[in-house]
C-alpha cells in the first residue's frame, strides 16, 4: 500500500483534508480500505446482481505514452466495472496495459478531485486547505480574474499552461480557441524536441516522429535502440520487436543501463551517459575510413556533394555565380512564383561548377575556389568533423571499446538498419546533436526510404483529415510561447526578449509541470509572481496542490472525444460511457462556461458535435471516407493501408532541397526562447559535452552521480499515481544503485537514501541493482512530492537548455547520495 504519504512543504496529507468546506478524499489513502473499489469487489463476489445488465462500450486510452489502446468500457448499474482490450480493424494494434486494465481505479479514486476548489483565504499556497466552492463562483472567478489581469498588465499576462498529458483532440481544440481568442501566452513544454528538430533538420518535417511504422521492424537486419527503452516506456510495442526477433533480426541496445529490453538485446552498449553524438561520429569515421559508405545515396539524395563557402557557410548557388534565378510553379500558400535558384556542384572532369539538379557523379569530397569564392563540399567538412573521432579517442569519451565502436560500425552499414532513437540520449545539453548526428550516420550508408531502414523515434501516424486550424481559424494568438525553462526568469523579471512582458495568471489544462518540469524549485520560486493559478485536472497533482483554484474535470469516459494517430493509423472516436462524476465537467464545457462570462460565446462551439464536426468534416477527411457521422457509427476508422509505413520513400526528404541536408545551411531556432543560437556550431553534427553531467565540471568531485530518470511502467508520467491497484505493487519511490557503489556509502538494500545536489533533493528506498552504470543513479520519475519523504526529483534537474531544440535537459544532472538521517 501506498503508505509513504509524509508531511512536507506544507503539503500533507492531514493540512489537505483540514478545511472549512466539503472537500476531496475523506478516505485517507494509506492503508486504507478504498470503500468505491471495495464495494465494486463484494458486487463482484455475490456474482452479478440480476437487474444489473452489463453494458460494454468503446473508447479510447489517451495519456501520452503513444499507445491509443482501444478499450472496452464495462458499465454496470452505470458504474465502470471493467476495462478491457477492444480491439482494432487490424490485429496487430490489439493491446491492453496494467494502466489500462486499471481504470475504474482512476475514475473511482476516493483521492479524485470531486468539486471546484479555491485555496482557503489566509493560506499559503500549497498549504493544503481548501474550500469547496460552485462552478459558478469558479468560472465567475477565473474570468474576473483574466480579465481583469489583462486590462491592467496587457493580453500576455494570461497564459495558457499545458504540457502533454491526455492526446483528446476536443480537449485541446476547445482551450486552444479560447486562449487564441483572448491573445494569452503559452508556457512552451520543453519536451522531447532534441530528437525531434535534430531529426528534422536532417530529414525535413512531416509531424514530430518519424520513423518507419512499428510493424516494419521486422524487416530490419539490425535494430539499434539509442537510449530507448521500449519494454517499459513503448511497451505496446514490444510484440513488434519480438516478431523481429523471431525473424532473425539483430538487436542492439545502446544504453548505460542493463534495461530489460537490453537484456533481450544480441549487443548490449552502455554507453557513458551523455555521449551518443560521440560515439555515433566514431561510428562514422569507421564507415568513411573503411569506405562502407553508399556512394550513390550520397551523390543523388543528400548534400554531401553541394559546395558550400567558406565565407558565409552557406551552399553555393548557381547565382552566386552571375546565372539569375528563374520563376517556378506558383507557391500555394503565398501565390508568388517559386524562385528556382540551385545549389552548385562540381562534376567529375569539369572545371566548372554545374546545378546540382541532374548532374551526373557530382565531387563528394574536395575544396575549391570558384571565381574567387572558397568552398568545400559538404561531404568534406562532414569528414573533416568525424576524423576527429577514430575510435580510439571517442572511447575515452564514450566508454565503448574500439573494437565495439568497430562492431557498431560495421552493423550499421549492414542494411536494412532502423535506428531508434529514444528519448535518454537526447535529455543533455546539446542533446539535439545525438539525433542530428545519427540522422547523418544513416544517410551515410544509404540506410532511409525502404522496408527496414529508417532512423527516428517512434512512429506516430497523425491522421491529415482534421482541421487543425480550426481554433486559430479567428487568429492564433499575438502572445508569445514562454518555454518553461524560460518562465521562472520571466516571471521574475517581467521581461522577455529584452521587453517587459508580465505573466500574472495562468490556467493548467493537460499537464503537472511541477512534477515534471525540471528545476521546479526556481519554478516555485517565481511563481509567488504569478496573481492566479489555476488546475483543471480530475487528480490532486503537485501543481493542483499548489494552486488557487482546481477545477474537478470529467475523465476520459465521462465526455466525448476523437482521437487520431499515435502508433495506429487510425481515427477512433470516444463516447460518453458514463456521466461525469461528481461535480466535474468536461473541458470543453469548461471553456464555454468561462468564454460566455468573458463575453466570447460567438467564438466557441456551443456543444461537442458541432466542435467534432468542425473537425473531422473537411475535404482532407472526405477523402479518407472519415467522416463524424460515419466514426461514430463505426467507433473506429482506418486511413492507411496495413502496410507498414515507410517514410522517405525513393531518398525523397521534405527539407528545402528535397535531400537528406546532414549539413544544416540555416539552423534555426525550435522555439522563442530569450537565447541566441550560435549558428557556425549547429550546421553539422558535433559533440558537445552535456553541460553539468561531465567528470570535467567543477561540480563533478562534490555530487559525482549522473542521475538518470526512467518510465515506470506502472504510470504514464504522473498519471495513475495513486491508483491504488499499481501501488500495491509498486509501492513508492525508489533509486537504483550500483551495489559496490552503495556498499561503499554504507546504504544498505531497502534504506531510505537522500540524493541531493545544490539545487534541491529526493528521499526514496535503495533498490540495489548490478544493472546500474557504476556512477549513475536511476530512479523512476514522477512520483508526486507528497508521496516522497522529502523533496522531489524534478528539484535536482537544472534549467539549463540549448536553444537549438529548447528542450529540457532531464539526464543532465549531478548528484551525490548518502543515508537519509531522517530529516
Ligand atoms: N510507462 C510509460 N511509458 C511512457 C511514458 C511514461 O511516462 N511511462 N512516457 C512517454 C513519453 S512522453 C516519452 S517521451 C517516451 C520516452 O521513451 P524512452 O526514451 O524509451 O523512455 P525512458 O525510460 O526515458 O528511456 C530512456 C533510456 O535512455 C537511457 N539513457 C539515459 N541517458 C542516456 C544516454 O546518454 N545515452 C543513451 N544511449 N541512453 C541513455 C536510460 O537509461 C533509459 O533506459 O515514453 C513514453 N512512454
Ligand atoms: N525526470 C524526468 N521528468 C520528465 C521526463 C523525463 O524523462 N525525466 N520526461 C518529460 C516528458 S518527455 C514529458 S512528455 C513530460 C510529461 O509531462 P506532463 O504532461 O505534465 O505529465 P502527466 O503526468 O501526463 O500530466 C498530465 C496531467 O493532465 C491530466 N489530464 C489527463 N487528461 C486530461 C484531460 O482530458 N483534461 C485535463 N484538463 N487534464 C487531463 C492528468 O490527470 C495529469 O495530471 O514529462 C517530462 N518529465
Ligand atoms: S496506458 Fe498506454 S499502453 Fe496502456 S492501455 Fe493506455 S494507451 Fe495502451
Ligand atoms: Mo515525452
Known amino acids: 500500500m501506498s503508505g509513504t504519504d509524509s508531511s512536507q512543504g506544507g503539503l500533507t496529507r492531514r493540512s489537505f483534508l483540514k478545511t472549512t468546506g466539503a472537500i476531496v478524499g475523506t478516505t485517507a489513502v494509506a492503508g486504507a480500505a478504498y470503500p468505491t473499489l471495495t464495494a465494486l469487489a463484494e458486487e463482484r463476489q455475490t456474482g452479478q446482481p440480476a437487474s444489473s445488465e452489463e453494458r460494454i462500450s468503446q473508447g479510447i486510452c489517451r495519456p501520452n505514452c503513444f499507445g491509443g489502446c482501444r478499450l472496452n468500457v464495462h458499465v454496470r ?80 499576462a494570461v497564459a495558457k499552461w499545458s504540457v502533454s498529458g491526455n492526446r483528446g483532440m476536443i480537449v485541446q481544440e476547445s482551450y486552444a480557441t479560447l486562449f487564441n481568442a483572448i491573445n494569452a501566452s503559452s508556457i512552451g513544454p520543453g519536451v522531447d524536441m532534441a530528437n525531434a528538430y535534430g531529426t528534422a533538420r536532417v530529414t525535413g518535417w512531416i509531424g514530430i516522429w518519424s520513423s518507419n511504422g512499428p510493424d516494419d521492424l521486422v524487416n530490419a537486419k539490425n535494430i539499434f535502440l539509442w537510449g530507448n527503452n521500449l519494454t517499459s516506456a513503448q511497451l505496446q510495442e514490444w510484440h513488434f520487436v519480438a516478431d523481429a526477433l523471431e525473424a532473425g533480426s539483430r538487436l542492439i541496445v545502446i544504453d548505460p543501463i542493463y534495461t530489460q529490453i537490453a537484456a533481450k538485446a544480441d549487443l548490449w552498449v552502455p554507453v557513458r551517459p551523455g555521449s551518443d ?132 560500425a560495421h552493423y550499421a552499414a549492414d542494411g536494412p538498419v532502423t535506428h531508434r532513437c529514444g528519448w535518454g540520449s537526447q535529455a543533455y545539453d546539446n542533446g539535439v546533436h545525438t539525433a542530428h548526428a545519427g540522422a547523418t550516420l544513416a544517410g551515410l550508408v544509404g540506410q532511409y526510404g525502404f522496408p527496414g531502414a529508417s532512423y527516428g523515434p517512434v512512429n506516430l501516424g497523425v491522421y491529415p483529415g482534421f482541421n487543425t486550424k480550426l481554433s486559430s481559424a479567428a487568429g492564433a494568438s499575438t502572445s508569445k510561447t514562454v518555454s518553461i525553462m524560460d518562465l521562472p526568469e520571466v516571471l521574475n523579471t517581467g521581461k522577455f526578449l529584452g521587453k517587459e512582458y508580465p505573466i500574472k ?41 499548489y494552486s488557487d483554484l482546481v477545477l474537478p474535470i470529467a475523465q476520459w469516459f465521462e465526455c466525448e472525444d476523437v482521437f487520431g494517430g499515435r502508433q495506429a493509423n487510425y481515427v477512433v472516436h470516444n463516447p460518453k460511457i458514463i456521466d461525469p462524476l461528481y461535480e466535474s465537467k468536461p473541458d470543453s464545457e469548461i471553456v464555454r462556461l468561462l468564454a460566455d462570462k468573458m463575453g466570447l460565446s460567438d467564438k466557441v462551439f456551443q456543444s461537442d458535435e458541432e466542435w467534432m464536426r468542425a473537425y ?25 493501408s496495413s502496410d507498414p509505413v515507410i517514410r522517405w520513400e525513393g ?162 544532472v549531478l548528484c551525490d547520495v548518502k543515508v537519509w538521517d531522517g530529516e
Open 77 to 156: 448499474d452505470g458504474k465502470v466495472v471493467k476495462t478491457s482490450m477492444a480491439p482494432y480493424p487490424d490485429e496487430k494494434n490489439n493491446r491492453i496495459c496494467l494502466r489500462g486494465i486499471s481504470h475504474p481505479w482512476r475514475i473511482y479514486d476516493p483521492e479524485r478531485v470531486k468539486y471546484p476548489m479555491r485555496r482557503a483565504e489566509g493560506t499559503e499556497r500549497g498549504a493544503g486547505v481548501w474550500e469547496r466552492i460552485s462552478w459558478d463562483d469558479a468560472i465567475n472567478e477565473i474570468a474576473d480574474t483574466f480579465m481583469r489581469v489583462q486590462e491592467e498588465y496587457g493580453p500576455q
Open 277 to 408: 553524438t560521440a560515439l555515433t561520429l566514431s561510428m562514422m569515421n569507421v564507415i568513411v575510413k573503411e569506405d562502407l559508405v553508399d556512394k550513390t545515396f550520397l551523390q543523388d539524395h543528400t548534400v554531401a556533394p553541394f559546395l558550400v563557402r567558406r565565407d558565409t557557410g552557406k551552399f553555393l548557388r548557381m547565382s552566386d555565380l552571375g546565372i539569375e534565378p528563374t520563376e517556378g510553379p506558383v507557391n500555394s500558400a503565398t501565390g508568388k512564383p517559386t524562385i528556382i535558384d540551385p545549389v552548385a556542384v562540381m562534376v567529375d572532369g569539369s572545371d566548372a561548377p554545374v546545378p546540382s539538379e541532374g548532374a551526373v557523379n557530382p565531387v563528394l569530397l574536395g575544396a575549391f575556389t570558384i571565381q574567387g569564392i572558397e568552398c568545400d563540399t559538404a561531404y568534406r567538412l562532414l569528414c573533416d568533423e568525424i576524423a576527429q573521432y577514430p575510435p580510439e579517442t571517442a572511447c575515452d569519451l564514450c566508454e565503448v571499446p574500439p573494437e565495439t565502436i568497430i562492431e557498431l
Open 505 to 545: 495568471a495562468a490556467f493548467v489544462l493537460e499537464g503537472n509541470p511541477l512534477s515534471t518540469a525540471t528545476n521546479t524549485n526556481a519554478l516555485l520560486d517565481a511563481l509567488p509572481n504569478l496573481e492566479f493559478l489555476v488546475t483543471a485536472d480530475s487528480a490532486m497533482t503537485d501543481t493542483a496542490r
Open 616 to 640: 473531422i468534416d473537411t475535404p482532407a477527411g472526405e477523402k479518407f471516407g472519415i467522416t463524424y457521422d460515419k466514426l461514430k457509427e463505426a467507433g473506429v476508422l482506418g486511413w492507411h
Open 651 to 812: 531518398g525523397v526528404f521534405t527539407t528545402p532541397s528535397k535531400r537528406l541536408e546532414f549539413y544544416v545551411e540555416t539552423p534555426t531556432l525550435a522555439g522563442a526562447t530569450a537565447k541566441k543560437l550560435d549558428v557556425e556550431r549547429e550546421h553539422l553534427p558535433r559533440f558537445f559535452p552535456p553541460a553539468e553531467a561531465w567528470p570535467e565540471n567543477e561540480k563533478y568531485s562534490e555530487y559525482p552521480f549522473t542521475l538518470l530518470s526512467e518510465r515506470s511502467m506502472y504510470m504514464v508520467h504522473s498519471q495513475w499515481f495513486g491508483t491504488g491497484w499499481l501501488r500495491e505493487l509498486d509501492p513508492e519511490p525508489t533509486v537504483k544503485i550500483n551495489p559496490a557503489q552503495a556498499l561503499e556509502k554504507g546504504i544498505d538494500d531497502g534504506a531510505y537514501v537522500e540524493c541531493y545536489n545544490d539545487r534541491g533533493r529526493c528521499v526514496a528506498r535503495a533498490v540495489y541493482s548490478e544493472a546500474i552504470k557504476p556512477g549513475t543513479l536511476v530512479y523512476p520519475k514522477n512520483w508526486q512530492r507528497h508521496q516522497h519523504k522529502a523533496g522531489s526529483w524534478s528539484e535536482l534537474s537544472s534549467s539549463i537548455y540549448d536553444p537549438a531544440a529548447v528542450n529540457q535537459s532531464f539526464m543532465d
